[in-house]
């Protein structure tokens, strides 16, 4: 008997410390986030003309970016994975850090083929393949924005919009 209780306290130790890594896992991995959003704070410029609005094009915001995660020794990534919908694609970004894993993540899910594009004679301008790398390359950027905490205005507005989460809405990320 007294070998089963041992075995059962030995357990519940293991138990206790797996949990209370994962918390301050996740404490830390919450700390290093909101030190990236606040970092990055309004330092992402519109350089480049949109249909309605002015944006950061996606190498523009991975310059500004790598620093700052880096220094977090973070990384960032994006990446197309099956969707499973005809005609969607589905790009999942994330922040890994080296020590805690995978910080943050998002998903976006988009059409990738909207039609042939023409020129003025009625003849395609791109292929299929320009239009799924375009795609990936576009909701990359939508994706990277949304983990990276920047918003952008349309050209009604005088600034870029930035809003850094406070402490209550990071730890309801890690809290789902």
Not at 151 to 174: C, G, H, Q, V, W
Request: hydrophobic share 30%.
């Amino acid at each position: 008997m007294a070998s089963r209780d041992s075995a059962a306290e030995r357990q519940q130790n293991i138990n206790d410390r797996y949990r209370e890594e994962e918390a301050r896992r996740k404490l830390n991995a919450r700390n290093i986030l909101l030190r990236i959003h606040k970092e990055i704070g309004t330092s992402v410029g519109r350089s480049t003309k949109g249909h309605h609005h002015r944006y950061c094009p996606y190498p523009q915001l991975l310059e500004i970016a790598r620093p700052i995660l880096e220094k977090e020794k973070c990384t960032m990534t994006a990446v197309s994975v099956p969707c499973g919908i005809e005609g969607m694609i589905q790009v999942r970004c994330s922040i890994q850090h080296v020590e805690y894993g995978t910080v943050v993540e998002a998903n976006v899910v988009g059409p990738w083929d909207n039609g042939p594009k023409l020129d003025r004679t009625g003849k395609p301008t791109q292929n299929k393949c320009q239009d799924l790398g375009g795609a990936i390359s576009y909701y990359s950027r939508y994706g990277c924005k949304q983990i990276l905490g920047v918003a952008e205005s349309d050209m009604d507005a005088d600034e870029l919009t930035r809003e850094i989460p406070d402490a209550a809405e990071i730890d309801d990320l890690f809290n789902r």
